[in-house]
């Protein structure tokens, strides 16, 4: 008779439970140590909350069909039954039927070791959700699934996904899913993660996607130490990569001990449909000649990999073959320290180049020397043929100091420099060539010209394509010049002459004339401009008191000239 004891405590729970579901209030708790028994029960209030503590025993079908799902993070599930997280749609209480679709699950980081199903044609989600206050429950920010037992996606249900939002759903050592398709798959939302502890040589499949319709899955087998896998899908190419063709999806995948990983990873993606219906690739992506690519964190480039066909259809499901799916495989993978991505690319078959020219420095006074700076790129999958030359002409306010290349063979005449690099040009490497010149007036403006004329002869390009806001000539500055307005020749030995400051020093070449009020130029300086008008005319006689116009000329090559009114009083 004491046996009965605990499993008649458990029964009572239970009706207790189912008891006040069909009494539709607005939540049910569930507290305490309760069994699901065989014959199943049905949860259907509006809110179920798994309580703090609480230890339930799921040997028969619980059917949960209630719009939101809390479990305490200190709650345990066990059991050889099922959990189903069902469809309201099917179920009444008294004649209303349950009016809410999708579910919402706070899985609070409590392990659930029975199996799981979703059959919900709404789907479910990871959201976070407070309890009700009258429950008296701490409030947590986690809402992740942690599965000791199968996760399951009913085959008859479609759209019955479970999305993720920015929470986890983590697969213990003896954690698995089943019944994924196309159809219903985990839904990462480009921030949800998807983890498997213990992957080894027979691996784990992450079936996984962006979004509704939108389905990525990955294969990851490790042949090295046997290590916790983390990987969530992206949306579109992060880092960006514009010079290979791509599919606009990425993988993020992580280890949580770094080192001893051996990884063959397998992507698949569908060539046709992407959220919304656009292509999921770049329009010149091509699988038949594609690889895939890793990038990490820190260094942002996408590397290269042996380019193979994609294997079609796509294989990684459980229900009929993806007929646009499309399998690559990558080996040999054994860093995972940082944020690794991955993703698919092709090459570009046509040539590609970038020739960039900047200027160092952006900014100089007449006098000064600077540099024009090219660098020739190639941004193509194809190897350019030599010879590759630059030819620059050289603006009229530059003049030519020096040319100097590492990789080319730099010549100057008559204004023009041509420099040729007469190697081959791999994918991504680059030649560069420094043109050292003086600004003598503000013509500064210059374009560098490039010309193929080897076995693949690539167009002229000049430097339109400087990336956007890059100088390619410098600006211009000027030494500020203080001009007085007035002076005083009466011979005192103060203000006697019409003194400049600085300007014979930042405009050795400048020169002066003066004009009187009729317009007649009575004095100028006959060369450059030496502080020496004293208020007297051509002749030496002394000119009257008035009020005088004065034009500078600097003749610092830029054309510039000041004028002003000058007083002259004794």
């Known amino acids: 008779m004491k046996k009965l004891i605990p499993y008649i405590n458990n029964l009572v729970l239970l009706l207790l439970t189912s008891t006040m ?18 014959g199943g029960a049905t949860t259907m209030s509006q809110q179920l909350y798994i309580g703090p503590g609480a230890r339930i025993n799921v040997i028969g079908d619980w059917r949960i069909a209630s719009q939101q799902v809390y479990i305490s993070p200190t709650a345990t599930i066990t059991g050889t039954g099922t959990i189903i997280f069902d469809n309201p749609a099917i179920y009444t209480i008294g004649s209303t039927a349950l009016s809410w679709g999708g579910q919402n699950l706070d899985g609070g980081s409590a392990t659930i070791g029975c199996r799981v199903l979703l059959r919900n044609p709404q789907g479910a989600a ?23 037992g199968r996760l399951s996606f009913d085959s008859s249900t479609s759209g019955n996904n479970l999305t993720l939002h920015q929470y986890n759903a983590r697969f213990t050592t003896n954690g698995n899913v089943a019944g994924y398709t196309p159809a219903h798959f985990l839904i990462t939302d480009s921030t949800g993660v998807v983890s ?8 784990f499949i992450y079936p996984v996607g962006i979004a509704a319709g939108d389905y990525t899955p990955a294969r990851l087998l490790n042949d090295g130490t046997t290590d916790r896998y983390s990987l969530r899908a992206l949306a579109g190419i992060d880092p960006p990569n514009p010079e290979l063709a791509g599919i606009y999806r990425t993988w993020d995948v992580r280890e949580d001990i770094a080192g001893g990983s051996n990884v063959s990873l397998t992507l698949q993606h569908n ?60 080996t040999g993978l054994t860093d995972f320290t940082t944020t690794t991505r991955y993703s698919k690319f092709s090459p570009v078959v046509e040539l590609g180049v970038k020739f960039v020219k900047t200027v ?31 030819t620059d002409t050289l603006p009229a306010g530059a003049m030519y100091l020096s040319a100097t290349s590492p990789d080319m063979q730099v010549t100057y005449t008559n204004g023009i420099v041509t420099a040729v690099y007469s190697d081959s040009l791999p994918h991504l490497d680059s030649v560069t060539l420094d043109i050292n010149v003086r600004a003598i ?8 010209f490039l010309t193929g004329v080897g076995a693949v002869p690539i167009p002229t390009a000049n430097c339109d394509t400087c990336p956007s806001g890059t100088p ?55 060369g450059p401009y030496h502080d020496d008008f004293a208020g007297k005319n051509y002749n030496g006689a002394a000119l009257p008191d008035a009020t005088y116009f004065y034009v500078l000329y600097y003749n610092d090559g830029t054309g510039r000239k000041k004028a002003s009114f000058l007083d002259l009083s004794r």
């Open 126 to 148: 990871l959201i976070n959700i407070p309890p009700a206050a009258v429950l008296g429950y701490a409030a947590d920010t986690i809402a992740d699934m942690i599965f000791d």
């Open 196 to 203: 498997k502890d213990a992957v080894g040589s027979a691996g």
């Open 472 to 526: 390619t000539a410098p600006v211009v500055l000027y030494h500020e010049i203080i001009i007085p307005n007035s002076f005083t020749p009466n011979g005192d030995g103060t203000n006697d002459n019409f003194v400049i400051p600085n300007l014979l020093h930042w405009y050795p070449n400048a020169t002066i004339s003066i004009y009187n009020r009729n317009g007649d130029e009575v004095w100028y300086s006959h």
């Open 271 to 330: 060539q046709v449909t992407g959220p919304g219906g656009p292509a999921a690739n770049d329009p010149r992506y091509d699988d038949s000649q594609a690889y895939i690519a890793r990038s990490d964190a820190s260094a942002s480039i996408w590397d290269t990999y042996t380019t193979s066909a994609g294997s079609m259809p796509g294989l990684l499901t459980t229900g009929s073959a993806i007929s646009n799916g499309s399998l690559l495989t990558r």
């Open 21 to 38: 579901a069909w009494a539709a209030t607005p939540y049910t708790e569930v507290t305490g140590a309760v069994t699901i028994f065989p």
């Open 360 to 390: 160092h420095p952006d900014s100089v006074y007449i006098g000064d020397d600077f540099t024009y700076h090219m660098r020739l790129t190639n941004t193509g999958w194809q190897t350019l043929q030599p010879p590759l030359t630059i």
């Open 441 to 448: 007036s503000d013509t500064l403006d210059n374009l560098g």
